[in-house]
């Protein structure tokens, strides 16, 4: 049995109700216990619960201290391509948008990746776009053992594999895998994925329990909040948390809480998640899973960050780039703009490039919403009483 088989059976529609019906003395009632269920859950992102943000929020920080203390591990994604063969209507790397794309070389990886540990980065997560003529399994294991030279954490965030094409990687160094479903809702997800490998739901669903099978100790989930009904979404979310909790124990499970941002192609959010809505997710994640790791993203603005770092927050991204050489400029030289997944050369005389550089930026997945450096990020976290944590593993450990 597989987590596909469990979503099927998910009573999502009572879960729902039961949410949209609970009232205070309900909230109250699960504030009150110590383990939270799928069905208490439900409650605690209620509307009625968003009347106790204040009790929500002073257990979520008291959990989270108890179990991880006042420490906040920092990340970076390095993205190494923004080519794609999937057409997703709310990505900017999707296939048909006319963007400037580039794949980075080893050495203009090893370049970004000596940049971001030169900020103190000891954590770094590798991007790409799926396209097997450009991010071959092989380039893939490639990237991983040149950040490995420079940094000893090192994840991935790529299209799903079967659990043979993810040993090598596994075994060239990398200790974790970020996949977000995107949408947990079949009919919003067909809607949005209209060509590609990544129009397979149920392939997509089954990705962490095959990257544990080869191997990976951190997988990470996580739907993408703005395309179908939130709360729906985080049910879901939370029953495949705790699937994986039972059936891949060995593992580290992290949740981030991703909202839609502008990129190109212009998509607009399908539904509206709030800043209150967020944190009562924060909350309620943390209440649920005390153990799990919150991840919080440069997607969001730096006041509300600050915010929400200590009602759970573990682990968070830092002075983010989400193009391919965003860090140093490498790659520039090489970049091509698609049309339709057909590769067009840039002219020398294109407008894109820049006046009298010859070289210009690869086009971003996102727009990034707390663009403050690294080190002004650390700053704050001390500020607030935290410390930031740049490493918290090594493979030494376990070799």
């Not at 949410?19 to 909230?27: K, N, T, W």
């Not at 990886?109 to 071959?136: D, M, T, Y």
């Not at 951190?218 to 739907?223: D, N, P, Q, T, V």
């Not at 983010?320 to 140093?328: A, D, R, V």
Request: hydrophobic share 40%.
């Amino acid at each position: 049995m597989s987590f596909v088989s469990e979503l099927n059976a998910l009573p999502l529609q009572d879960l729902l109700r039961h949410s949209l019906e609970a009232d205070q003395a309900a909230v109250l009632s699960v504030l009150s216990k110590r383990q939270v269920p799928l069905h208490d859950f439900a409650t605690l992102i209620s509307p009625a619960a968003a009347g106790f943000l204040e009790p929500m929020s002073q257990k979520a920080r008291a959990l989270t201290q108890q179990r991880f203390g006042k420490v906040i591990r920092l990340f970076a994604p390095l993205y190494v391509s923004n080519e794609c063969i999937n057409n997703c209507k709310y990505c900017g790397f999707s296939r048909d948008n006319p963007i400037l794309r580039v794949t980075l070389s080893m050495d203009e990886v090893r370049q970004e990746a000596i940049a971001l540990r030169s900020e103190g980065f000891r954590n770094i997560l590798i991007v790409a776009g799926e396209h097997p003529r450009f991010v071959s399994n092989h380039y893939l294991a490639d990237c991983i053992r040149t950040v490995r030279s420079e940094v000893p954490g090192v994840s991935l965030e790529v299209g799903p594999m079967e659990k043979e094409d993810y040993v090598p990687l596994v075994d060239a160094g990398a200790d974790g895998l970020v996949v977000y479903q995107e949408t947990y809702d079949r009919q919003v997800y067909e809607a949005m994925h209209t060509a590609g490998p990544k129009k397979n739901f149920d392939w997509r669903l089954e990705t962490p329990e095959r990257a544990y099978a080869a191997g990976f100790r951190r997988l990470g989930i996580a739907a993408l909040y703005g395309l179908a009904d939130w709360r729906a979404e985080a049910l879901c979310v939370a029953a495949h948390a705790s699937y994986l909790l039972r059936h891949c124990w060995k593992a580290q499970v992290t949740l981030s809480l991703p909202r839609l941002r502008p990129c190109a192609g212009e998509f607009q959010p399908l539904t509206h998640v709030s800043d209150r809505d967020l944190t009562q997710l924060v909350c309620a994640f943390r209440l649920m899973f005390p153990d799990a790791g919150i991840v919080l993203s440069t997607r969001e603005t730096p006041r509300l960050r600050d915010g929400l770092m200590p009602l759970g927050i573990t682990l968070m991204s830092a002075g983010s780039h989400t193009e391919p050489g965003g860090y140093t400029g490498a790659g520039r030289q090489n970049i091509h703009r698609t049309v339709q997944g057909r590769q067009v050369a840039l002219e020398p005389d294109s407008p894109e490039w820049q006046a009298g550089s010859q070289s210009t930026s690869a086009t971003v997945q996102f727009q990034i919403s707390d663009g403050r450096s690294a080190g002004e990020i650390a700053s704050r976290i001390r500020q607030q009483g935290y410390d930031p944590v740049w490493k918290d593993w090594d493979t030494a450990l376990t070799s």
